[in-house]
């Protein structure tokens, strides 16, 4: 399936150009932003992992391996991407035990930067945001185009589209979820189940967000939508009032979609009848995650973009650094500014 399929138009119809990203681990950074205050003991061992061009899961399984512990023992906040230099928290459950030598785990991969001690493991889903820094190279496109756009950007956010790495290579994974929905089965294993799960949620989300991005309506509150702040997973219904919350214009406040499962959407008027649109193209999708025990949540359509700054190290390299909130993609906000290409 191509981009346009999975994802769906741009706010800004027309890029400015071309670019190269994750031309080496180094040009895509990720920093996991944790607010957590560590208690420095407690049979948890807290990780600070670097790792380059290693996803998260076989880390975790080396860290495993290393602290002679099984893997369930290992604990981290999200996934992050493979083809990039990330920093993330993992931890260890360890009770009645000193810390391991995790030197087997370490090499040009994985370095364990920092270690200590809580009375908690680390939950899923517990770091608060995502601090990005991109180094788009092979830059053709005007800079002062680029300049007026991304000072757009900032000011109004970008649509929050599910990134293509969710759907695997040409949305391989999107076909495997429509087979299993066909069958009306569920993979055995789970990690294959949850990636195929949330897959399918993810597309059907992204069309929604599509159509309300078609329309323009994808950053305005109307009545009918679902409300939500952006780091809050609790929503409420827009009315009138609602609609002109200033905190709206402050890109505090969006609009949301829905991520399908059990149960009836809290939307009513055109944010239903549109939503329920999208689920009647895929009812066998939205029925397989529906009997897989999901229930139906929301997703914030508008992606705000936190302290945005960019610089030129060099005339055809636009430097990046950017906070997004957890679960958003930072190619959301590449792809308003270029079409990426194959480094030359």
């Known amino acids: 399936m191509t981009e346009a399929e999975l994802l769906g138009p741009r706010a800004n119809q027309k890029v400015l150009g071309t670019a190269v990203l994750k031309a080496t681990a180094e040009d895509f950074q990720v920093n996991e932003v944790l607010d957590i205050p560590l208690s420095g003991e407690g049979e948890h061992l807290w990780l600070w992992v670097e790792k380059r061009e290693l996803n998260t ?21 999200g996934l992050k991407d493979r083809q990039a230099l990330t920093r993330q928290w993992f931890s260890l ?25 809580h009375s908690r493991k680390l939950q899923r889903g ?17 800079p002062a185009a680029v300049e007026q756009r991304l000072q757009v950007l900032k000011a109004q956010g970008v649509p929050n589209y599910f990134g293509l790495q969710r759907f ?12 299993y929905a066909t069958e009306g089965k569920l993979p055995a294993q789970r990690n294959l189940r949850s990636r195929l799960l949330s897959s399918a949620r993810s597309y059907l989300f992204n069309q929604v967000l599509a159509e ?37 214009r402050a890109l505090d406040l ?52 936190r302290d945005l700054s960019w610089h030129y190290p060099q005339p055809d390299i636009l430097q990046l650094d950017f906070i997004l909130p957890t679960g958003c993609f930072a190619t959301a906000v590449v792809r308003e500014l270029f079409d990426l290409v194959p480094a030359g």
Request: proline share 7%.
């Open 168 to 179: 695997g290579h040409e949305g391989g994974n999107l076909a495997q979820a429509r087979h």
């Open 254 to 305: 969006h609009p949301t979609g829905p991520l399908f499962g059990g149960g009836a959407s809290p939307a009513s008027a055109a944010t239903l009848l549109l939503e329920e649109q999208v689920a009647a193209r895929e009812p066998r999708l939205c029925h397989w995650l529906a009997e897989a025990g999901l229930d139906h949540e929301r997703r914030i359509l508008r992606l705000p973009i």
């Open 57 to 77: 899961e076989e880390a975790a399984r080396r860290l495993a391996k290393a602290a002679g512990v099984p893997l369930k023992a290992i604990s981290y906040a």
């Open 212 to 248: 309300r991005v078609g329309q323009g309506s994808w950053e305005q509150a109307r009545p009918g939508d679902v409300l939500a702040f952006t780091d809050s997973r609790s929503f409420f219904a827009a009315g009138p009032a609602e609609c002109s919350d200033p905190r709206l």
């Open 93 to 117: 459950h360890l009770p009645g035990k000193a810390d391991p030598d995790l030197a087997s785990a370490q090499d040009a991969s994985l370095a364990v930067l920092k270690v200590c001690r």
């Open 126 to 142: 517990a770091h608060s945001a995502n601090g990005f820094s991109l180094r788009l190279t092979e830059m053709k496109a005007d």
